[in-house]
């Protein structure tokens, strides 16, 4: 099980973390993402973390040097700092966990409910 939280309504420039927590004992072997989906469009990838100690990362081309993914295999949880925020990063952010490799396509194996970013202009 996958819960998502530190969504909110923030103005343009600003930041936010969003936490991911997991349940389940085999957390260090997902690798695990954030995807995004805003009002009537596709889910979109965000960023990407690899399993285990999460030594690689992959960001979204629209995302990267803003967004910062995490892990933390002690807690069982994922983050995903978010800077500079835009009024197009509002969505509804998703945390998803795929077992041993990550993907920038949304076909993980299990997914969080969302939570909800707006970011006002």
């Known amino acids: 099980q996958l819960v998502e939280s530190g969504g909110g309504l923030v103005q343009a420039g600003g930041s936010l973390r969003l936490s991911c927590a997991a349940s389940?004992?085999?957390?260090?072997?997902?690798?695990m993402g954030w995807f995004r989906q805003g009002s009537g469009e596709g889910r979109e990838f965000v960023a990407a973390?690899?399993?285990?100690?999460?030594?690689?990362?992959d960001y979204a081309t629209s995302v990267k040097g803003r967004f910062t993914i995490s892990r933390d295999n002690r807690e069982n949880m994922v983050y995903l700092q978010m800077n500079s925020l835009k009024p197009e990063d509002t969505a509804v952010y998703y945390c998803?966990?795929?077992?041993?490799?990550?993907?920038?396509?949304?076909?993980?194996?299990?997914w969080g409910q969302g939570t909800q970013v707006t970011v006002s202009s």
């Open positions: 998803a966990a795929n077992y041993y490799s990550y993907t920038t396509d949304p076909d993980y194996d299990f």
């Open positions: 389940g004992r085999a957390f260090g072997s997902y690798a």
């Open positions: 973390i690899s399993s285990r100690a999460g030594s690689d990362t």
